[in-house]
């Protein structure tokens, strides 16, 4: 079976767990035989701080995404508050 590629695309400030959450619901698939590969990205490829000072390590720039099955936005109340500046 081919992979499915589920990016998740985060911002500084995103909820710790609205990207753990999904993350998890996609690797517990994954143990039941789906064949998803994740990835986190952010929009500069540098790691992000969450709500709660967690850091996350991204894999990847935004821009340097090419393809994906899926791609999961988790960063609402930071991108809608204040704009962000970030193109999607």
């Known amino acids: 079976m081919a992979s499915s590629d589920v990016v998740f695309l985060v911002f500084e400030g995103v909820k ?7 993350a998890e619901v996609f690797t517990q698939a994954r143990r039941l035989g789906a064949a998803y590969q994740l990835r986190f990205a952010s929009p500069s490829g540098a790691e992000v701080t969450s709500s ?35 193109r999607l």
Do not use: E, N
């Open 16 to 22: 710790h767990l609205d990207v753990a959450g999904p």
């Open 52 to 86: 709660t000072g967690l850091r996350l390590a991204v894999d990847l720039a935004a821009s340097d995404v090419t393809s994906a099955g899926t791609v999961v936005i988790r960063a609402c109340q930071v991108f809608c508050v204040s704009g962000a500046g970030h």
